[in-house]
């Protein structure tokens, strides 16, 4: 029996578990301040930069600025949607939170509201539509006179790459990788190269991150695009297709270079008799460096 005579009823001292609130309020916020900091102050510069892209790679081409600014701009457009639609959730359901067991006022049709969330939405997609082709069209665009162009074939399961430059009277050197040793695509760093995508095979896709493009490589068909590398440094490529049973296998590097390093690196190739071009044909049937199917 509680001290007021009521059974089974503990009495407790008026005010307790309010008190007890704001303890846990601050408790909770200093656990918030704490782990926050250590999350900004752990990220590593990297980190920090790849925040700003909002989680797009290192740019290396100059493709980089006409998808980084679609990117971060339909990122805008979708925050500022989302904010409205929070906002008139949020005010909805506190302005007109029920106060008692009346149905409130019905209303039919609001002609200018109809007409508002109906345009609305036309608005938005027009605007996106807008920047998509144009910027689609800066990612896109080529040039008449490329400085060099290289023949890309995507093959089960490894890339081979066909350089067109003439080398040491030699027109062309190619160069291939094994699930054992990938390929290294060599590139001069601020020129531009035309790219012809090839495949004996399946459909495979040729992707570079830092490039911000990616294009399907389709037997039958030859796919191109051109773009001009911007900074030194290697970069990781890979297959973005399903391919096949090593898709996994079919990663590659992208080696970009000053002029004198790629010049060099091809009369390397010219000098090893890989001169002409390798297209794939029989070799596309072989798994090099498993032994399955090769004689």
């Not at 009346?102 to 209303?107: G, I, L, N, S, W």
């Not at 089960?156 to 290294?184: I, L, R």
């Not at 990616?214 to 695009?225: H, Q, S, Y």
């Amino acid at each position: 029996m509680g001290s007021n005579g009521t059974p089974g009823v503990e009495e407790r001292p008026a005010g307790s578990a309010g008190a007890t609130r704001p303890a846990k309020r601050r408790l909770l916020v200093g656990s918030a301040v704490v782990l926050g900091t250590l999350m900004l102050t752990g990220c590593s510069t990297a980190t920090t930069e790849q925040w700003k892209r909002l989680g797009l790679p290192e740019g290396a081409s100059d493709r980089t600025e006409a998808v980084r600014s679609l990117w971060i701009g339909a990122w805008i457009a979708a925050l500022i949607v989302g904010v409205m639609v929070w906002g008139l959730i949020l005010w909805v359901s506190v302005r007109y939170r029920k106060r008692n067991d009346e149905a409130p006022r019905q209303v039919r049709y609001n002609l200018p509201l109809e007409v508002l969330y109906t345009l609305a939405p036309f608005a938005i997609i027009g605007v996106l539509f807008f920047y998509t082709v144009e910027h689609g069209n800066k990612i896109t665009a080529m040039s008449n006179s490329p400085q060099h162009t290289v023949n890309v074939v995507g093959q089960q399961w490894q890339w081979t790459f066909n350089y067109k430059d003439t080398v040491d009277g030699q027109q062309g050197v190619w160069e291939t990788g094994t699930m054992d040793k990938p390929a290294t695509l060599w590139l001069p760093v601020n020129e531009s190269v035309h790219f012809d995508l090839t495949s004996p095979d399946v459909i495979h896709s040729f992707w570079v991150p830092s490039f911000y493009f990616k294009l399907d490589v389709i037997p039958g068909r030859t796919n191109k695009f051109e773009l001009t590398p911007t900074k030194i440094g290697t970069f990781e490529g890979k297959c973005a297709e399903l391919c096949g049973l090593y898709h996994s296998r079919m990663v590659f590097s992208v080696k970009i270079v000053s002029r004198d390093d790629y010049d060099t690196h091809l009369r390397e190739l010219a000098a090893k008799g890989q001169t002409g071009a390798a297209t794939g044909g029989s070799d596309a049937t072989t798994i090099p460096g498993t032994g399955e199917g090769e004689k």
